[in-house]
């Protein structure tokens, strides 16, 4: 099993709609989560981090995190074409102390 | 304030050679990590330099090293290039307390092995 998966996508959203991001992870000892985003051909970006239960909202998005099922997602509401990027999930794994990324999901914004 | 530079941008090498690469943090940050992408693997962590230290290592061969001066710059290095080790390699800066502090990208350098 991969330490952190994501569905690569491209996920398609209608400009205006939710996109829903999802991702999850292997090492239950995990504690802190991290969603970036990377336009093509640029570094990537933080855009927020969750260390809690629950949801976490910043502007348009929230990340959500269920320790219990080991998925984080991340929604962005009021989806616009500038959103159109991959979005990278990150883990801290515990048991090893390092940071490990999923592979990305492409995410398209349709105007 | 700067953000983390990388020099330099574009690398061609050719299978055999080696090569190396810098990373230049944000002002006050202590630690840079380093990372290789790939389309196939994404991004994948190679070492952490922590104070001059390295504090933690990724799984790849000893072909790959790195050192931080006292400046909290840094190089990667890699012997004996791979056709595999074609890739974006991008360094990230942070303040270094605690493994969750928030990471800030370079730009990168693109390495193409011949």
């Known amino acids: 099993q991969k330490e952190v998966e994501q569905n690569s996508g491209p996920l398609s959203v209608p400009e205006g709609a939710i996109a829903s991001l999802n991702c999850t992870y292997s090492?239950?000892?995990?504690?802190?989560f991290f969603w970036y985003r990377q336009y093509s051909g640029k570094s990537p970006e933080l855009i927020m981090f969750?260390?809690?239960?629950g949801d976490k909202e910043d502007g348009r998005f929230t990340a959500q995190l269920n320790k219990a099922s080991q998925y984080v997602s991340l929604l962005i509401r009021d989806s616009q074409p500038s959103d159109s990027a991959t979005y990278l999930c990150?883990?801290?794994?515990?048991?090893?102390?390092?940071?490990?990324f999923g592979k990305g999901t492409r995410l398209h914004i349709l105007p | 304030k700067a953000g983390v530079t990388q020099t330099p941008r574009y690398l061609i090498k050719t299978r055999g050679q080696q090569v190396t690469l810098s990373c230049s943090p944000i002002?006050?940050?202590?630690?840079v990590s380093w990372y290789q992408q790939t389309p196939g693997q994404g991004l994948q962590f190679l070492f952490e330099?922590?104070?001059?230290?390295?504090?933690n290592k990724g799984n790849f061969p000893g072909r790959f090293s790195g050192r931080q001066f006292s400046n909290s710059r840094s190089e990667m290095n890699v012997s004996t290039l791979e056709l595999g080790d074609s890739a974006l390699y991008l360094c990230?800066?942070?303040?270094?307390?605690?493994?969750?502090?928030?990471?800030?990208f370079g730009p990168g350098t693109r390495l193409t092995v011949l």
């Open positions: 990230a800066s942070s303040l270094g307390g605690s493994l969750t502090d928030t990471q800030y």
């Open positions: 090492d239950r000892g995990s504690q802190s």
């Open positions: 969750i260390y809690s239960n």
């Open positions: 990150a883990a801290e794994m515990n048991r090893d102390d390092k940071i490990i």
């Open positions: 002002s006050g940050h202590r630690s």
């Open positions: 330099y922590f104070s001059e230290t390295q504090r």
